[in-house]
Nanobody, 118 residues
Framework: QVQLVESGGDLVHPGGSLRLSCAAS????????IAWFRQAPGKEREGVAC????????YYGDSVKGRFTISRDNAKNTVSLQINNLKPEDTAVYYC???????????WGKGTLVIVSS
């Protein structure tokens, strides 16, 4: 069974940093664009970052530009999301997905919770 498993979510203070990781089992991540979405309580799901499979181009949501960095390690079959200068509004469940940037995401992980609070 194809699986995406996120890790790295935690409770952090505003201004802190986190690194989220996404690991795949039973498929190869480098065949897919990988995107991170997030969903905060009571809010709609939001795409925050995507990295293409072809040339590694990256795309970010306006609310996270300059603070979030997505990267992939094809040798380890993982994708990471570095989050700096965390803000309370970054509190959400973060999901790793595989598919096409700006298009349909074929696979979803179960999410990892990030809470930003003082």
């Amino acid at each position: 069974q194809v699986q995406l498993v996120e890790s790295g979510g935690d409770l952090v203070h505003p201004g802190g940093s986190l690194r989220l990781s996404c690991a795949a089992s039973r498929f190869t991540l480098d065949n897919y664009a990988i995107a991170w979405f997030r969903q905060a309580p009571g809010k709609e799901r939001e795409g925050v970052a995507c990295i293409s499979s072809s040339d590694g181009s990256t795309y970010y949501g306006d609310s996270v530009k300059g603070r979030f960095t997505i990267s992939r390690d094809n040798a380890k079959n993982t994708v990471s999301l570095q989050i700096n200068n965390l803000k309370p509004e970054d509190t959400a469940v973060y999901y790793c997905t595989a598919g096409r940037c700006g298009g349909i995401m074929d696979y979803w992980g179960k999410g990892t919770l990030v809470i930003v609070s003082s």
